[in-house]
Structure formats: C-alpha cells, structure tokens
C-alpha cells in the first residue's frame, strides 16, 4: 500500500470522496440501514488513499456520513489500525502477546526496530520507508512470530528472517 | 485434518477436512465436494424445523462462551414484522485462538453455507460477516467467495434460487479486541466506538441496528451444514465424555510445543493426548509447567490440572479452568510465569474499551504493580493488593474483559506464589528496568 499524499499539507486539502471513490461509497449504503454503518469502510477508504487518516480528512468523512468531526474522531481513534499520524512507506505491526512471547517475539521486534532504523515504536525511520507497531494477538499464534508488513500477513518471523523479508519493502 | 500438519489419527476430521486444499475454496470446488447440499436439504425444511436439528445435536457455541446454538436461534421472535440479522463473527482476536482464520482460509464457502442455513433458521435476510482488520487474507479470500455465490445464484434475491432473499456483507474491523465481544461488534458495525452494551436488552430482541439479531461464532456456524446432512444423531454421538458437550472441537495449540496448528477433536478427548501426542509435546529436556487451555481469558492449569483433563465444557471446569474458545497455550519449564501474567495484564490493558472504571483502572493498575515487581522494587503487599485489585475486577463491569484480565492472575498467584516471592524477596533479579 502506498502512503502518497501523506505530506500534503492541510490547507491544500484534496477531497477523498469525489468521483469513484465517492461511487463506491454510494453502493455501501445502500448495503447498510444507516449510512452511520459505513464509517468503518469510510475510513478504511480515506487510509488506503492517503496513508494516513487527518483531522480534516476526519471532517470529510462526518459530511460524508452525516456526523460530527468529533465523533468521527471518536471513533478513528478507538481503532489501532488507523493511523492519526502520517506514516512510513511500510507500516510493519509485530505481534508480542503471551503465545508469541513465549516463541521469542520480543527479539524478533527489536530486531525490527533495528534493522528498520526506527530505533523507537511508532517513529518512522528517517527515510521514510518503514514505522514500527508493537500490537496485540495477530491470531495466528501457532505461527509465532506473525507481523503484517502492509497489507502482507507473514508467519514464522525469526530474528534471522528479519533483514530478508525487509527488503521487499522500499 | 488439521493444520499446518497431516491428520493425527486421534483427530476426528469434520470442519478441517479440506484445510490445505485448495481445491476447496472456489464454488466449483466445493460443489464438488457436497457444498451447498446442506443449504438445499435446510431450504427444503420449515426454518423452526432446522433449528430443532440444530438444538438436538447439541451444538454449542465455539466463540468461548458455549451457549446451545440452537436455544440461541430459537429467542429470536417469530412474526415480529422486524427486519432480523445474523452477525458472523470473525473478528477473533483471543491470544492463542487462530482456528477460525483457517475456516475462512480454506472452506469460505463452508461458511457461507452455514450463514445462509442460520440466516434461514432465524429468518434473517442480511447476513454481516465481520472480520478483523488485520486478516488480510481471509479478507480477500471470503470477499471472493461471497462474490462467486452471488454469482451462482446461492445469496441474492432468493436462495439457491428457490429460497427467501439473502444478502451477505463482508465488514472489516480496524483493530480492536472488544469487538468480538457480541456487543461491542455490534457498535463497531454501527459505526461507533465499540464499547459493549449492557444487557438486557439482549441482540435476539434489540441487537444491531436496535433489531433482532443472531451472533455466532464462525467455527459454530461452519460446524451446521455438516450437521443438516449427517443428522443431529451423528453429532451427538461424537462425545467421549460429557453429554451435554458433543461434536467436534477445533482447538489452536501454541506456545512450547514442537507442532503447534490446529486440530480437530471429539467432545471429551484428554487434554494430554492433544499436548503430547498431537502437539509433539514439548521441547527435547523440558517439561510441562502450564497451560491455559481456552484462550487467554481462562484461569491458568499447573501441570497437575493437566492430568486427566478431559477437553469438554464440563471437564475444564472441574479441573478450574474453562473451555472457552479452545486456544490452547503450553509454557514449559523454561517459562517466567510472572512475565508471562504481566504480558497477558498488559494486553487486557491494552485493549479494555475503557468505559467501566474497574476495568480501565484495574486492568491498568494491575500492569503497573506486576512491573514493579518484575522491575525489582516489588513489596510484601503487594499480592494482596493484586488479588484485592482482581476482586474489583470480577463480576462488576458491562462485560467479561476485566475478569479475564483478573483470571491469570488470580489462579497465576495461587498456583506459581513462589515465583512471584522470587522477585519480591530479590533471590530472581529484575526482569524489567525500573520504572
Ligand atoms: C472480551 C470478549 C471478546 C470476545 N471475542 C470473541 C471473538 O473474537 N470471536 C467470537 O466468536 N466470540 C468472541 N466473544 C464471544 C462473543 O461475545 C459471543 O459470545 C459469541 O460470538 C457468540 O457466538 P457463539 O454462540 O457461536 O459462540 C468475545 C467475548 C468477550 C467478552
Ligand atoms: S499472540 Fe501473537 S498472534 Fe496471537
């Protein structure tokens, strides 16, 4: 998944939902009885095209779905999978709940931390091509360590894997 | 069989048949192998007909909590004028389930046949399926399968071209335990927070959308059409222990054990067997310390709880444990239990909606005393403040979350306190830096 856009500033603010984007959404309501019902796909919508989900994308949305920007905010940040801050090029989310814990998940992050250059979770590296998410329970802990680079779900993540499997990430 | 290894001759093989074919997962495919069979035979029956069968089978509901799915189907009202929902609920996220990913990797179609019988059943014409966010796959997988059987003709307009109407919408979650509670799901498909709801009102009268709705578990309703075809007789009879526990069990096995994966078991099959024999037990040279037995969210088995442990929803309990969604997670001797308690604690915190004070403060106090005794400046008092923390914690809030944060460390203190001593006495060093 891209993050084009992620620098555009908020003053310069381009419309996520015009033409076929806005099409889109238009066919989901008529899948739901409420429009509020699409706020989920909505924002899901505005990250995949901006990367990231911004306050004044958040107003987009609340005229969109018919709320207000506070409520939209409300929820967006209930979420863990939004992001409310511009990110990397690659998001990478690594799993260190009990079951991977005990298959050794928090090597396999600081590995990550490491060999990204993020040093810190949730700091984006100075490049710009990866951030790094400490979360919980992937559900898939058979297969520790599971991380979501993007939109790939990888299983069986070692620290010696890590330098390999990042570099399909520009 | 099970998954990712080759069926263990001890599994009964019904819902993981097809795990690892991927023949399986296109319409044409599982047409081929009897799908969409079941739908046909429901289709053919009254809807309170099919709920019987469900009901005499002995189904109960796999999402951890085991309510008989069929007495399930039958609160929802009859001719009350309402539109009526089914919820699928997909969003698993309990540490160390990972059971119904492989229902929707491998039979998509299994599922939706399952959907569309419960739909029928209960007279639901709009059927959600929500999934977690972070299921990329299963994602793509099930919203492929939906779009095939709308273009078969099984969902649409009338049901395999001869029943009422049957939508199915694929809802993806964004990131969030809570929402596999049936409540919270439900705020979250409103498109709010998702915060659970009290309760009464219960989803069969006032459930999404403020109408009567059904949620079940995705393992719950992949296991109906194989019982429409075989009969509730069938199902009843895989029991090896209890009477009021019956068919097959899917249960995800992780943590210190040489293969960990998926497997299918009969109602009643010792907890030992599924560790040591299934599983391959644990590494060479370590031995059994403990075991959580159905998610995370249930008090933690010594090795002695082990013994003889029938896996049934009555045989977990007597050992003072729980089912519940069948995740189960082995710690060798090598484990830290009081790290591995606070790993779990900070989960609960993590992830607690925040809405109740005990469970917001509890869930967040109980992280910062465990981190201060793994970080070396623990006190005398300090169990007891924990444990009088888990009171508050149990039985107090809208829902269950706060308990289960509570659970490990009740039964964590009550059957490894010389581990805790450890650190309070100094004789362990700090596992964390001081905060
Ligand atoms: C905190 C919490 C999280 C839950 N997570 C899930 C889940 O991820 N998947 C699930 O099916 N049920 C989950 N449940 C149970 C549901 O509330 C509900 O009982 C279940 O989906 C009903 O389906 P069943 O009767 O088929 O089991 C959770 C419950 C609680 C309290
Ligand atoms: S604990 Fe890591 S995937 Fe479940």
Wanted: with cysteine; aromatic share 8%; charged share 20%.
């Amino acid at each position: 998944m891209s993050t084009a856009g992620a620098s555009a500033s908020e003053t310069s603010y381009q419309p996520v939902f015009t033409g076929e984007t806005m099409a889109a959404l238009e066919t989901l309501f008529e899948r739901y009885p409420t429009k509020q019902a699409c706020m989920l796909p909505a924002l899901w919508m505005v990250q995949e095209a901006r990367g990231w989900i911004s306050e004044r994308a958040m107003a987009e949305v609340a005229e969109v779905i018919g709320v207000t920007p506070a409520y939209v905010k409300g929820v967006v940040t209930f979420y863990t999978m939004y992001h409310t801050h511009p990110v990397g090029r690659n998001v990478i989310q690594v799993c260190t709940t009990t079951p991977c814990s005990l298959c050794g998940a928090e090597a396999v992050l600081r590995t990550i931390l490491q060999e990204t250059g993020c040093e810190e979770l949730g700091r984006t590296s100075t490049d710009g091509r990866f951030t790094v998410q400490e979360v919980e329970c992937l559900g898939a802990c058979g297969f520790a360590t599971p991380i979501l680079v993007n939109d790939d779900f990888i299983e069986s993540v070692t620290p010696e894997r890590v330098a390999g499997l990042l570099e399909g990430y520009k | 069989m099970g998954y990712p290894y080759p069926p263990d001759e001890k599994e009964t093989v019904v819902l993981s048949q097809y795990f690892g074919d991927e023949g399986a997962r296109s319409y044409q495919g599982w047409v081929k192998r009897g799908g969409y069979q079941a739908l046909e035979a429901a289709l053919a029956m009254e809807p309170g007909a099919v709920t019987d069968v469900v009901k005499a089978s002995g189904l109960r509901g796999r999402g951890g909590a085991g309510f008989p799915t069929g007495l399930k189907w039958s609160f929802m009202p009859k001719d009350s004028g309402k539109d009526h929902y089914l919820v699928c609920n997909a969003d698993e996220s309990e540490p160390g389930t990972f059971k119904d990913r492989e229902i929707m990797r491998w039979t998509p179609h299994g599922l939706i046949e399952g959907c569309a019988i419960a739909a029928y059943a209960i007279g639901a014409e709009c059927c959600y399926v929500y999934i977690r966010g972070e299921f990329t796959e299963p994602l793509a997988i099930m919203a492929k399968a939906v779009a095939e059987a709308y273009a078969n003709g099984v969902l649409g307009e009338k049901l395999l071209g001869t029943g009422p109407r049957l939508e199915m919408i694929i809802h993806r979650g964004a990131g969030a335990y809570i929402c596999g509670e049936e409540t919270g799901l439900m705020n979250s498909l409103e498109g709010r927070r998702g915060n659970p709801r009290i309760k009464p009102p219960f989803p069969a009268q006032a459930g999404v959308f403020g109408l009567p709705t059904t949620v079940n578990n995705v393992e719950t309703l992949a296991a109906v059409p194989h019982i429409i075809n075989r009969g509730a007789d069938w199902y009843q009879g895989i029991c090896l222990g209890n009477e009021k526990s019956t068919g097959t069990k899917l249960y995800s096995v992780c943590g210190h054990v040489q293969k960990p994966g998926n497997y299918e078991l009969a109602m009643g099959t010792p907890l030992e067997e599924l560790i040591f024999d299934m599983a391959g037990g644990m590494p060479p040279g370590r031995t059994l310390k403990a075991v959580i037995p159905g998610g995370s969210s249930v008090p933690i088995m010594d090795a002695e709880d082990v013994k003889g442990c029938l896996l049934d929803y009555e045989g977990v309990v007597e050992r003072g444990s729980m089912l519940g969604s069948g995740g189960v997670i082995v710690m060798d001797d090598s484990t830290d239990m009081v790290y591995q308690i606070y790993r779990l604690t900070r989960f609960y915190a993590h992830e607690s909606c925040a809405q109740c004070t005990q469970c917001r403060e509890g869930t967040a106090w109980t992280v910062k005393i465990l981190e201060r005794i793994l970080g070396g400046h623990g006190k005398e008092s300090d169990l007891d403040l924990l444990l009088d923390l888990a009171d508050n914690m149990t039985g107090t809030t809208i829902c269950v979350l706060s308990d289960s944060c509570a659970a490990p460390v009740v039964s964590g203190i009550a059957k490894f306190r010389s581990e805790f001593d450890a650190y309070l006495s100094g004789a362990r060093p700090p596992a964390l830096a001081a905060h």
